[in-house]
């Protein structure tokens, strides 16, 4: 998995404009869970990459930035959590254990 960075508020302005050319997937993980532990290593070991741009937030880090994220694409914060950004919306969301590269994948419209 080649993880960006998410680390400032410019980053989800990138991440809006570049959902309306290629998926964006933001994985929020929290350093201080198991089960976001998990769910990253299910997802390091995904192609997920293949078909998305898949950005990293420590939300212990940068929380403003993941209160910022549940504010733009219109989700709940959980953690960990991945949200899945097409032509600049929340296409798909999903949270602890429920997190699976397969779902995401289904999940990527093929209109983008």
């Known amino acids: 998995m080649n993880w960006i960075e998410l680390t400032t508020e410019k980053d989800l302005d990138t991440i809006m404009e570049a959902s309306h050319s290629k998926p964006q997937l933001i994985f929020k993980h929290s350093t201080r ?7 990253k290593s299910r997802m ?17 880090a940068h929380r403003n930035i993941s209160n910022l994220i ?4 219109q989700v709940h914060h959980e953690s960990p959590q991945v949200i899945l950004i097409q ?5 798909y969301d999903e949270s602890h254990n429920s ?9 990527v419209s093929t209109k983008n």
């Open 99 to 107: 997190i699976r590269p397969d779902d995401i994948l289904e999940n």
């Open 70 to 73: 549940a504010e733009k694409f």
């Open 44 to 60: 390091d070991k995904s192609n997920v990459d293949d078909t998305c741009d898949c950005y990293y937030l420590d939300l212990i």
């Open 33 to 39: 869970c198991s089960i976001s532990s998990i769910a």
């Open 87 to 91: 032509n600049g919306e929340s296409t």
